[in-house]
């Protein structure tokens, strides 16, 4: 214990010797020692100098202080780490290893981040946190299974994994060791180890072992676990447990052996403690009616149960956990009478105790009390006899050598013996109970490995230390230096593996301690040897000790006693009571009671203690013969009277001790060691002192010294050139080799060699080296930022000086402004003054004449005015009284008119009141609709309209009007003036009497004409007048009306809005309860899917098992078999997916010869091409056939009308003719290149030769265009002339003329001079060929001009014709774009109606939104008519091509003509070809039922997608339906069940083979789905048939009806689906992470941290995934996406099977994420932005960014965003709970608590801030949840998407082999 106290100072003193004086300078911070804290925070405030007695320090509160150093006193403090490496997952990443460093590691994991595991080195230490945290979940135990263990956060589920890959990859046996004190949580972490391995490893059958493994645990703990003052689940014995596995890996079956059960507590329990569980529970569940015969009662009435003071644990209830333990019991196969059995005798243990036994009077005897009830229940429940068991508690049988004699006891004896009976019984139980534990995991298989978890007691030591701790902590001993030579060899071996020197490093070896407790005279033999002395006793034994090991050093002898004694273990000096060492060593039962026991009624009890002769209590043996290890005896011993054990306890315990040593050593271990962090049990509270003693005790120290001891930091090469390239020069960075960068480095910045080494993969330093490189990265930044700082600063100042300088200059140059404004102003009003003067003056001169002129102005209007106001008066009185007689004789003619008409009007009333009462009804019902009210508002307001329009079309009028009255008023009078001067000037001339006369007659004959005029423009002004008032009196009614209508449409909008709310509401509920069943019918069609999942996965494991019943023994699959290669390139089209010839030769032209020869397209499209010149063909067949019908009938006609026929029939007929001629000519090159494919292909010819089939190909393909396009027209035109010509042979010359001259002028399209000049050519050849022309003139210019002439004629007529057609089709096409713009005003006028309604903002919206959708329609138009257009000048561009080509060509034709006039025209070598008629296919394919094998072979179970990748997609599909097509047509019933059950299982059978292949899965996917769709299509219902052509209506199935057989693919589709999406994510699950979180796509980013001895686990030696970029995971979706698309897959399902796979990718990068605090960063959050970012592209680039997989990643996102905003304020945590909305609270919380900085700059997320966060969450309704299930799956959905493919055009290839087949 000195030793272990002082350790730690040695090493502060070994590596005072190595330690750098200058680190000890100002603000360097250190450890001092503390009798509360054990360690306290300090810091430097002078610099120290060696040999100082001083070091000024600072405490955290500021508080000075100074630290003596002394060479015997203190030696210099521990210094501490960076803040960057506070936190650390695993201890030895820590620059500086110490005890202080490693305690505050853990206290700021466990109290700030809530982190219970550590790693240190290969030792996972658990802190037990008194809670249950929500991190053991099957969903954690996925994230960490196939992970390494240094790339998740520690866990205990990381060690369990690192135990089944080693023992999977090296085959060699693991265990894991638990450890530590009672209540530190070692129970818990074993079972949790065993659920791993139960997960991980479940049984490849059904007998469920690992379900039984983890049973057993609820068994254990409640018989052999106890509430202790220190834990309320202490296991109070030892249990290694063996999980063995098959060559598979797979649990077949397990073992258990138990160590030193602790018998005492069965009959004493100390203060505040409990017995076992099982007898607690017992009592708790007493009042069940099958335990009333065990007279069970409260736990508080039984003394065995009650001396504990309290029998209830906090938040356990025991009556719950008794029903898990029953439970527990049936799964493992104990039946109803054994577990009754075993609770009897738990009762009879209660019972026993209470036992009262009674002294006599002289003290040395005792009795039982007559009628004790307690022993009667005893006896009746172990079915003994009563009178025995009395008899035999209170005496016993001593044996000599020559009698036998009974002896009575004393009361104290007898209570000894009865305690005595009462553990052997509980013993013999317990021991029972473990072997058939044993025998129901036992397994008949083999096993192969197996994996060990060691569930053992830590080092104890208490106030009073008795037998029990002597031998836990001998355990102790024992597994401490097995765990040494364990991590000095793993040091060793790494060092050697870097061939790094190595030197030996003294670590503590506590041998002799063991030799103290186990060698020859040591503890245990001294014990045993006192035990066999007849009358030993403990002093004795005592005494002894003190003889013979007092000169050990790890044996003491205390001061003031004489009956203990002190061992000094490796964790600390325990003194050891002597009393009741010999007892309990002996363990006696007396022979007499077992006797009874022996001869029970139940034959449990007797089996019990048949074997007692050989052993003190059964071992816990298992059934497999290799591990079984007895913890008792394995040889039996002679009986002994009245002595029945010979083998002592302690000789038992040392054995198995040592089998369990050797069963170790042959593993390879894996530590677990669990700290209790406080005493009181208190969540997440770390006392430093405690957890001291503790990692003392455990040996996590003694790891941390052998590794400061050497090389604790290690590095690899790039991880440490991209952490301290800063410190690098720009030269070294141009080095290629990083390892020669590295040693450039540190030889330059690390003086002393020794303080690292250089290794084959690795950087080894020495401790505290790291902190100082990382002093210099510090220094390196914080240089940088002062330079970037003073930068930025300058920067500041000069901008601050510019915009100084700046405004001065403004100012400078607005005062100037200013004074020479002043200035320019003064000039101005000075100005301004004269001028105001000389106006003034001007202005009063003026007033002053004009004063003047106004007098005289207005005596001479006054005086005219009164002379012109005389002579109106007269016209007014005459006026008035006409005015007078007009309204008397009107009103006498209206009175009587008034009277008619209000008789009429009566009688018209009374008629139409009863016509109104009738139509009042039908009015109503009409007014109150809305639409009724709008058109009556619009008639009404149009009205309005109109009658406004009229008035003011009559006041134009009558201003017009009064204008021209005016005017010729004025007229009259110039005219009157100018002839009275004129009669003036007559008077004055003449006194002729006549002309006077004449000229006033003349006169008055004006002034009539004028009285006219002025009485026609009253009767007009009147009149008009009269209207005006009507008009306006009809208006006022209108507005009236109008205002009325307006408020009753206001009354009718109110109803109508009320209405629509209530509308809304009604289909928000409606919505709402559509929801509610959308959902309950997603969750019920998940819940179908996951039955139908379970059922694929039963029907796999029943042909598995089938498999091997019948086929035992592994198999492989044949690797040997390849796929089948297509034998033709001829594929299946059909004519709608074919183009046209020319774009056919564009692509050839566009593609390249080779390219085009890879694509048959092509040659399809020149079939199609021929197609459509059969069927033009025939057409134009028909048409002359009614035509000559036509003429046959109506005889012979007028010359005029036939001519015209005539002509059309030659033409139609020529045109017939050259078709046909040209089809045959295409059907030739056809056959032709047909002939040259098949023979090249079937003699496996090279690429060359294909290619000159190709070319020939390409060659007849242009030949064949350019005389279809070039020479069409011409010989249609020239032979048209010849036939015309033969009719017109009698017409003369002047008639030709005549007739066409006219033609010629007055046509009013322009010739088509090209046109013209062939029909001239074409008339020059012909001439000499025709017989018939002997009329025309010698040189033949006459006929040549008719001919010409008519011909031009005849096409312009053709040409007007089809341009008048086509005038009337533009009529008639703009008439229907006027009613669509009539439907669009009115549309219109709705909107503007509806937009009206609407609120201002909701009108901008909706304008918005239109207005949008308007521009979107007219971008698409637009759009289309470009493609139109470009396609266009395509085809113009390549007929161009064709006429350049074809120049040349006639120009040589014409010279070889000219040179060769009489040569003989050349024949014809093409073939001639006689055409056959093609047959009408129904769509069907006929084939034999014996060929059914034969074609589920080729279509299904040897097809290989490759093999119709070029064909139609889902091709089989088709086959198979168009072969069902046939069964249903002949009506053939068996042959369709048949077929389609053979299809079914052939492609299950297929799916099953290659159910690891993406490509066969989506291939039958696709396929399997076409079927059902063609199934339903083709069913004849209905609801399939909307988008059906009438063909494919035709070929539905007419007899039996298959929607049993489409459920049946249905569910076929989902089980191929799920398994794709399993082969999908098995495929992706290693890119994810890789890709994700690690790989730097931005690079430089990401910084790096030592990661300490897991970053060199020895998972990672060797192997480990390759590191995956996101490239190659978006590659890899790009290839699942093109493997879908080629083979047919509906987009739907795809977009169903990308959003599942972004799930995947969701769930395993956000729970990596919250299980690696290496990664929560924010250079992580970056890059993790980057590449979300990424992949939303690609979505968006395979248009599937509707799919639903951008929100399945919306998790990820916003934990990236998370890592990335500032976590500092109050602001900031609302902002961060409004951000991630979908992240749970637990989510958030562990992402801040896993927040890592990688830079000194940054900031660590503070304790308050992360509960200010969950204080604002504590109202979410979140599910508690910390992961993603990864194993979660969308219900599919397969859409119905019908097919418009014709199945009579299908062509089936020739590779397929179906030749047996045939088409129907």
């Known amino acids: 214990m000195k030793r272990q106290q002082k350790e730690p100072n040695t090493i502060a003193k070994k590596q005072e010797e190595k330690i750098d004086y200058e680190v000890y300078c100002q603000y360097t911070r250190v450890w001092i020692p503390d009798p509360e804290d054990v360690w306290r925070a300090a810091e430097i405030i002078k610099d120290y100098t060696e040999g100082e007695p001083i070091l000024y320090l600072k405490l955290e509160d500021e508080t000075p202080l100074e630290y003596r150093i002394g060479p015997k006193d203190n030696a210099l403090p521990f210094l501490r780490n960076p803040d960057i490496l506070v936190g650390e997952n695993d201890l030895t990443a820590l620059s500086y290893l110490h005890e202080p460093a490693v305690l505050h590691n853990l206290k700021v994991r466990f109290t700030e981040s809530n982190h219970i595991y550590t790693y240190c080195g290969i030792v996972l230490v658990a802190i037990n946190p008194y809670e249950q945290l929500q991190i053991y979940g099957e969903e954690v135990i996925n994230a960490y299974s196939g992970q390494n263990m240094g790339d998740m956060d520690p866990h205990i589920f990381a060690v369990a994994e690192e135990a089944y890959k080693q023992m999977a990859r090296d085959e060699r046996n693991q265990s894991i060791i638990v450890s530590g004190e009672s209540g530190a949580g070692k129970t818990v972490s074993a079972k949790y180890a065993m659920r791993f391995f139960a997960t991980v490893g479940g049984s490849a059958n059904d007998t469920n072992v690992e379900e039984k493994v983890l049973a057993s645990s609820p068994i254990m703990e409640a018989i052999g676990n106890a509430k202790t003052t220190r834990n309320d689940n202490s296991s109070r014995f030892g249990k290694y447990i063996q999980i063995g596995f098959d060559r598979s890996y797979h649990i077949i079956g397990a073992n258990m052996r138990t160590y030193l059960l602790e018998k005492s507590r069965v009959v004493f329990q100390a203060e505040d403690e409990r017995n076992y569980h099982i007898f607690y529970q017992l009592c708790a569940s007493a009042s069940l009616p099958e335990f009333k015969d065990l007279a069970l009662t409260s736990a508080e009435d039984f003394i065995f149960t009650s001396q504990g003071e309290n029998i209830f644990i906090e938040g356990v209830n025991d009556a719950e956990d008794f029903e898990k333990t029953r439970e527990a019991f049936t799964l493992l196969g104990v039946n109803d009478s054994n577990q009754s059995s075993i609770f009897r005798i738990i009762a009879s243990i209660l019972h026993l105790g209470n036992v009262e036994i009674c002294s006599e009077r002289d003290g040395d005897s005792c009795h039982i009390l007559k009628n004790d009830p307690h022993l009667a229940h005893f006896c009746q429940l172990l079915g003994v006899e009563l009178e025995q068991m009395e008899h035999w508690l209170c005496h016993r049988k001593l044996v000599t050598t020559s009698e036998t004699y009974v002896k009575n006891m004393s009361r104290k004896q007898a209570a000894n013996a009865r305690d005595a009976l009462a553990k052997h019984i509980y013993a013999h139980m317990f021991d029972w109970i473990v072997e058939y534990v044993n025998k129901s995991l036992h397994t008949s298989s083999k096993q192969h490995s197996f994996i060990g978890v060691l569930d053992i007691y830590g080092f104890e030591t208490f106030e009073i230390n008795s037998f029990e701790q002597f031998c836990i902590n001998y355990a102790n001993e024992k597994l401490q230096q097995q765990f040494n030579q364990h991590v000095f060899k793993l040091e060793q071996e790494e060092y050697m593996k870097e061939q790094i020197p190595w030197t030996l490093i003294d670590f503590y070896d506590n041998q002799p301690c063991i030799d103290v407790i186990e060698a020859k005279l040591g503890i245990l033999d001294l014990l045993d040897e006192e035990c066999k002395v007849p009358k030993g006793t403990d002093q004795n034994w005592c005494q002894k000790l003190y003889d013979r090991l007092s000169s050990s050093v790890h044996f003491q002898k205390p001061r003031m006693s004489n009956t203990s004694f002190i061992v000094i273990h490796f964790a600390d000096k325990v003194e050891y009571q002597c009393d009741g060492f010999l007892e309990k060593n002996r363990d006696t039962v007396y022979e007499e009671q077992i006797n009874i026991l022996k001869a029970s009624k139940f034959q449990l009890m007797a089996d019990l203690f048949q074997d007692t002769n050989k052993d003190s209590s059964i071992s816990t043996s298992s059934s497999s013969k290799s591990s079984r290890v007895n913890v008792r005896a394995s040889k039996p011993t002679p009986k002994v009277p009245n002595k029945e054990h010979r083998k002592t306890v302690g000789h038992q315990f040392r054995s198995s001790l040592q089998l369990l040593m050797e069963t170790l050593n042959a593993t390879t271990p894996h530590y677990v060691r669990c700290i209790k962090p406080n005493d009181e049990k208190e969540a997440f509270s770390f006392e430093s002192r405690r957890a001291v003693q503790q990692l003392r005790a455990c040996g996590v120290l003694e790891t941390i010294r052998i590794s400061a001891a050497g090389y604790p930091s290690r590095w690899t090469y790039p991880d440490f050139f991209n952490r301290y390239r800063v410190l690098m020069k720009k030269s070294d960075m141009t080095v290629g080799d990083k390892k020669l960068v590295c040693r450039n480095l540190l030889e330059t910045l690390v003086k002393d060699p020794d303080k690292f080494q250089f290794g084959k993969t690795k950087i080894f330093f020495r401790a505290g080296q790291v902190a100082y490189l990382e002093k210099l990265r510090a220094d390196k930044f914080r240089s940088a930022c002062i330079k970037i700082q003073k930068t930025v600063r300058g920067w500041l100042q000069r901008v601050r000086y510019q915009k100084i300088r700046k405004s001065a200059i403004n100012l400078q140059r607005y005062g100037r402004g200013y004074m020479a404004r002043r200035y320019a102003e003064q000039l101005r009003l000075t100005r301004a003054a004269l001028i105001f003067q000389k106006q003034y003056r001007m202005v009063r001169e003026r007033r002053d004449y004009l004063r003047v002129r106004q007098a005289v102005v207005t005596i001479q209007a006054f005086t005219r005015g009164m002379l012109t106001r005389r002579i109106f008066q007269e016209f007014l009185l005459h006026h008035k009284a006409m005015i007078i007689q007009k309204h008397v004789r009107g009103w006498l003619t209206r009175r009587k008119f008034r009277r008619a008409r209000n008789a009429a009007i009566t009688i018209q009333c009374a008629y139409r009141r009863m016509r109104a009462k009738l139509e009042l009804k039908q009015l109503k019902i009409e007014a109150r609709s809305a639409q009724h009210l709008k058109k009556l508002n619009t008639g009404m307001e149009n009205k309005i309209v109109q009658l406004q329009r009229k008035m003011d079309d009559q006041t134009n009028d009558l201003k017009t009007q009064n204008e021209q009255l005016v005017v010729a008023k004025a007229s009259l009078g110039s005219e009157v003036n100018k002839l009275q001067k004129e009669l003036e000037m007559m008077r004055s001339r003449q006194g002729d009497g006549s002309q006077l006369t004449s000229l006033q007659d003349e006169l008055e004959k004006l002034r009539a004409e004028l009285q006219e005029a002025h009485t026609h423009m009253k009767k007009l002004e009147e009149k008009h007048s009269n209207e005006k008032m009507g008009l306006e009196q009809r208006v006022e009614e209108l507005e009236r009306e109008n205002s009325m209508l307006k408020s009753e449409k206001e009354e009718m909008n109110r109803r109508i809005l009320h209405h629509s709310k209530s509308t809304e509401d009604q289909e928000s509920s409606a919505s709402q309860s559509v929801g509610r069943v959308q959902a309950e019918l997603d969750e019920e069609r998940q819940r179908y899917q996951n039955l139908l999942r379970e059922f694929s996965r039963l029907e796999q494991r029943y042909d598995n098992l089938q498999e091997a019943k019948f086929q035992p023994g592994h198999k492989r699959n044949n690797s040997t078999q390849s796929s089948l290669e297509s034998d033709s390139n001829y594929p299946s089209i059909s004519t709608s997916e074919l183009g046209d010839t020319d774009d056919a030769i564009q692509l050839v032209e566009e593609m390249g010869v080779e390219k085009a020869a890879m694509d048959i397209g092509v040659f399809m499209k020149l079939q199609k091409r021929v197609r459509e010149l059969e069927q033009e063909r025939k057409r134009l067949q028909v048409n002359l056939e009614k035509m000559e019908d036509q003429v046959n009938c109506k005889g012979i006609e007028p010359k005029t009308t036939s001519e015209q026929e005539s002509e059309d029939l030659a033409y139609n007929s020529l045109k017939r003719q050259e078709l046909e001629s040209e089809n045959k000519k295409l059907k030739n090159d056809l056959n032709e290149l047909r002939k040259a494919i098949a023979d090249r292909a079937s003699q496996n010819s090279s690429s060359n030769e294909l290619q000159d089939g190709y070319n020939l190909l390409l060659g007849q393909l242009k030949a064949a265009n350019e005389e279809l396009e070039v020479r069409k027209e011409e010989v249609l035109i020239l032979r048209t002339q010849i036939v015309s010509a033969a009719h017109q042979k009698e017409e003369t010359t002047n008639q030709i003329e005549t007739n066409n001259v006219p033609e010629w002028t007055n046509s009013k399209k322009p ?543 020739a590779n397929l082999s179906l030749d047996f087949l045939t088409r129907v």
């Not at 979107?1416 to 470009?1430: I, Y």
């Not at 909307?1586 to 007419?1598: F, G, I, M, V, Y």
Request: hydrophobic content about 35%; some cysteine.
């Open 1311 to 1853: 010739i088509d001079k090209e046109e013209a000049v062939r029909a001239y050519h074409g008339l020059c050849e012909s001439k000499n060929k025709a017989s018939d022309w002997g009329y025309l003139n010698e040189d033949g210019e006459l006929g040549l001009a008719y001919q010409g002439l008519k011909q031009v004629a005849r096409l312009l007529e053709a040409q007007l014709q089809s341009q008048a057609r086509k005038h009337e089709d533009e009529l008639a096409a703009f008439n229907t774009q006027i009613e669509l713009l009539k439907d669009d005003i009115e549309k219109k006028q709705e909107m503007l109606n509806h937009t009206m309604s609407l609120s201002p903002e909701a009108q901008v919206e909706y304008s918005v939104q239109q207005e949008i959708t308007r521009l979107t329609n007219d971008n698409l138009d637009l759009k289309e008519l470009v493609e139109k257009l470009e396609k266009n000048e395509r085809k113009l561009k390549k007929q161009l091509r064709i006429y350049m080509k074809k120049v040349p060509d006639m120009e040589v034709s014409l010279t070889a003509a000219s040179s060769q006039p009489t040569k003989a025209k050349p024949q014809l070598t093409r073939q001639v070809t006689v055409q056959r008629r093609e047959k009408d296919f129904e769509g069907m394919l006929e084939y034999y039922k014996e060929d059914e094998a034969l074609l589920v072979k080729t279509l299904i179970t040897d097809m290989k997608p490759n093999a119709v990748s070029a064909t139609v997609p889902c091709l089989p599909a088709y086959i198979l339906f168009m072969c069902i097509r046939h069964a249903d047509y002949i009506n053939d019933d068996q042959k369709v069940h048949s077929l389609l059950t053979s299809t079914i299982n052939a492609i299950k059978k297929v799916l099953k083979k290659n159910n690891n292949d993406f490509e066969m899965t989506s291939f039958w996917l696709a396929n399997t789905s076409r079927l059902l769709h063609c199934l339903k299509q083709y069913s004849g219902d209905e609801a399939f048939m909307t988008q059906n052509t009438a063909k494919q209506n035709e070929h539905c199935l007419k007899n039996f009806d298959l929607a049993e057989y489409r459920q049946v693919l249905s569910d076929l589709s989902i089980q191929i689906y799920q398994q794709l999406i399993k082969v999908a994510e098995h495929m992706m699950q290693p890119m994810i992470v890789s890709a994700m979180l690690e790989s730097e796509s931005i690079p430089s980013l990401a910084g790096v941290k030592p990661m300490g001895y897991r970053n060199r686990s020895s998972s990672m030696d060797g192997e480990g995934p390759g590191s995956y970029t996101l490239e190659a995971l978006i590659r890899q979706l790009g290839q699942f996406h093109s493997v879908m698309g080629e083979h047919g897959l509906d987009p739907e399902i795809a977009g169903q099977v990308i959003r599942q796979l972004f799930y995947s990718i969701n769930a395993l990068t956000l729970n990596n994420l919250l299980l690696r605090k290496d990664v929560c960063s924010w250079s992580t959050g970056m890059q993790l932005r980057y590449n979300i970012s990424q992949m939303e592209e690609w979505l968006r680039g395979k248009n599937l960014h509707q799919s639903g997989a951008v929100v399945n990643i919306e998790p990820v996102i916003q934990a990236a965003q998370l890592l990335q905003v500032k976590k500092k304020t109050s602001q900031d945590a609302e902002a961060i709970c409004s951000l991630c909305t979908s992240l749970t609270m637990q989510q958030i919380v562990k992402i801040l608590n896993l927040y890592t900085p990688l830079n000194e700059f940054e900031e660590r997320v503070t304790v308050s801030f992360i509960r200010n966060i969950q204080n604002r969450l504590q109202d979410r309704n979140d599910v508690p949840m910390l992961l993603v299930d990864t194993k979660h799956t969308f219900p599919v959905l397969f859409p119905y998407t019908p097919s418009a493919l014709s199945l009579e055009t299908l062509h089936i290839p």
